[in-house]
């Protein structure tokens, strides 16, 4: 990915790699197969002024550092957040290997019954292949607004109801957090206005448009 004009100098823009973490298994494929999110994830700034970038480390994904780059490549902002550690429970990871085992059961046959060379145990090929860590990770989007502030929508445990945003200002430090229904992809904010997206229970989908307002302002 490349931010910047055409016609800059390869030093004036800011290019970087993600690499595949996919799960692949050797001598069978690769698939498009993630049981959690890997970092870093971006987005670009909706003025076409630069990039921001959240990371974090897998194995130990309490601190969330946020990068903000400017059109060329040079860094403008960098602060960080303390995350809670969700540890993955054991059922949720052996659901995890489940589903990975059924994407690659077909094609691992397949390999097989070719001649070449694969894994001798299934399972234990897709556990490697997965590199599922202990944790999950800290945040699952990001969002950028025009004023200059960056939304953090935080991992929450799949049995609770609402999702969680931490909002940084301009300065890159955490303003006010914002509660929504799981299920709510916000997608744009304008002053007090956030418009998201969902789906009902029919998978029908719909858009929505949110007032912030303060805990307890809503009568």
């Known amino acids: 990915m490349t931010v910047g004009s055409r016609s ?8 970087f790699r993600f690499d595949d973490t996919d799960m692949a298994i050797p001598g069978v ?15 670009l700034d909706p003025e076409g002024s630069g990039i921001v970038i959240a990371d974090w480390v897998p194995d130990r994904p309490e601190v969330v550092t946020v990068r903000r780059f400017d059109e060329y490549g040079a860094l403008t902002r960098e602060s960080t957040i303390a995350a ?9 990871k052996r659901a ?15 390999a097989r019954r070719m001649g070449q060379r694969v894994p001798r145990s299934l ?4 556990e490697e292949g997965l590199l599922l860590p202990d944790f999950y990770a800290p945040i699952r989007s990001i969002l950028v607004t ?6 953090l929508r935080e991992t929450t445990i799949a049995d609770e109801y609402e999702g969680e945003w931490v909002v940084l200002g301009p300065d890159g430090e955490a303003e006010f957090r914002v509660s929504a229904p799981e299920g709510i992809t916000f997608r744009a904010v304008h ?4 418009w998201a997206t ?3 229970e029919l998978d029908v989908p719909f858009i929505v448009v949110y007032e912030l307002v303060r805990p307890g302002g809503c009568g």
Not at 29 to 43: E, K, L, N, S, Y
Not at 96 to 110: D, H, N, V
């Open 8 to 15: 800059d100098e390869s030093r004036d823009t800011l290019a």
């Open 29 to 43: 494929g690769v698939w498009a197969f993630r049981a959690t999110v890997t970092p870093p994830i971006h987005r």
């Open 84 to 92: 809670e550690l969700r540890p993955i429970p054991s059922d949720v």
């Open 96 to 110: 995890f290997i489940e589903e990975g085992m059924k994407k690659a059961e077909g094609p691992y046959e397949s």
């Open 123 to 126: 399972r234990a090929a897709v």
């Open 146 to 151: 025009r004023a200059g502030r960056v939304w």
């Open 191 to 194: 002053g007090d206005r956030v």
């Open 198 to 200: 969902g789906t009902t």
